[in-house]
Structure formats: C-alpha cells, structure tokens
C-alpha cells in the first residue's frame, strides 16, 4: 500500500521570504501522481500544485514549485515571497497512474504559519 | 470554472435524524467523490462515483447511502448517525477516467460541517 509521510506537523515563515515543506511517499509504482492542496481556516480544499511522475520537470505555478526526486520518492513544496494568505494546512497526496484509481493518499499535514 | 458548491454549510441533526448533504458541479466531471474529514486530519475517502456508477465504498457504515441522480448532482444520505460521525464532509469532483496520462486533478467543494447531538 502506497504511504505519504509529512514530517514537518508546522512549520512558520516570515512575510516574504521563502519556506520549503517536504513530503516522501512509498510506492512501489512507476507511475503516478502527485498534488499539494491547502486548506486555509475555511476549510476549503485548494490545489496549489501537481505533478506527473513520467514528467522529470518540476512543476511550478507562479511562487509555488516542487522539487520532485523521483529516485528518493520526495516531492518537496517551496512557496516563495511568502504572503499572509498562505497560511493554511498544506497536505500532500498521491494518485496512482491509469483508471479506476481515483483514491487519493494524503500525508497527515503541514500547518504553515506565515509571521508579518 | 473549478467550482464544487455543497449545502449545507452547517448541519446539526440528532441521532434519530435524517437528512441530506448534497453537492453540484458544473464542469462536466464524471467522477464525483466523498470525503471525511475529522479535525486536525486529512480527508478520508468514502465513496467514489464515476459515469454515474459507485465505484469505490471504502466500507463506510450503511447509516452514510450515497446517491448520484445525474452527472452533476451527488449526493449524501444520512440516518440513524452516532456522535463520532461529527466531521467535515467534503464533495470533491474530477474530470474522471478519459484518458490514461490525465492527472484528473479533484477540485473540492467548501464542505459541510456536520454536528450530530
């Protein structure tokens, strides 16, 4: 069974400088997905980033990108020039690849706190 | 668009209850998913629907009786719940099964917060 471990529970930063949460999964797959969503207080689930293990790229979206480490099964979140709306629970999730594997395994979190 | 809407926001029932979350999407998904989530936890996985179909029951109690009337439209039935059953239920949808190398993002909706007395 595929496992993904967050070993950071929180973690804090100063308005814009940069914060880097890391996240390792056990698989035994080639192929897969892997997202990072947050979850601010409204408890909305917001994807922020995803990435395909067949992609050696890593994934970026404006101040947010991944470090993807296929080797070492790691996909570290860098959130850059923090903002105080970044602050949320950020969890890390793992698909596997192809049909019928919709389940999502999450991490157990990261609260990220962001300090003005 | 990437909006899931779920209602209601809030929801207080006793344990002789029954009642009804539901949730809609407009984006032309086919897979259609509910969530668990307690506090301070990730979400849990308890229903999957894709093209209509269940396709994944990840062994919730009976008292939880999902529904998906059409493509847009999911919902959750509840009766006869326990105190421990207090959680955020998250409705979540994705583009569903079209192509092997699509990602099939989960886009969430805001969620209801169930209290059962």
């Known amino acids: 069974a595929q496992t993904v471990t967050q070993s950071q529970p929180e973690m804090s930063v100063q308005e814009a400088e940069t914060v880097t949460l890391s996240c390792t999964y056990d698989?035994?797959?080639?192929?897969?997905?892997l997202f990072w969503y947050k979850q601010p207080p409204s408890r909305q689930m917001i994807l922020v980033i995803r990435q395909e293990a067949y992609k050696q790229q890593n994934a970026t979206e404006n101040r947010f990108s991944v470090n993807f480490q296929k080797a070492a099964k790691s996909f570290s979140l860098k959130i850059s020039d923090s903002q105080l709306g970044d602050a949320a629970m950020y969890f890390c999730a793992y698909r596997r690849w192809g049909f019928g594997n919709e389940k999502l395994t999450f991490g157990t979190g990261t609260r990220l706190t962001i300090i003005p | 668009d990437t909006e899931v809407t779920q209602t209601p926001k809030h929801l207080v029932m006793g344990m002789t209850n029954k009642k009804s979350l539901k949730c809609e999407q407009h984006?032309?998904?086919?897979?259609m998913y509910w969530y668990k989530q307690k506090a301070k936890k990730p979400p849990e996985l308890m229903f999957v629907?894709?093209?209509?179909?269940?396709?994944i029951n990840e062994s919730v109690p009976s008292r939880f009786s999902p529904e998906c009337p059409n493509s847009s439209l999911l919902n959750l039935h509840l009766h006869a719940l326990q105190p421990e059953d207090s959680a955020l239920y998250l409705c979540a949808s994705s583009q569903g099964p079209v192509r092997r190398t699509s990602t099939d993002t989960q886009y969430f909706g805001p969620g209801t917060r169930l209290t059962v007395l």
């Open positions: 698989t035994s797959e080639s192929d897969y997905y």
């Open positions: 629907y894709s093209y209509e179909k269940l396709s």
């Open positions: 984006m032309g998904h086919r897979a």
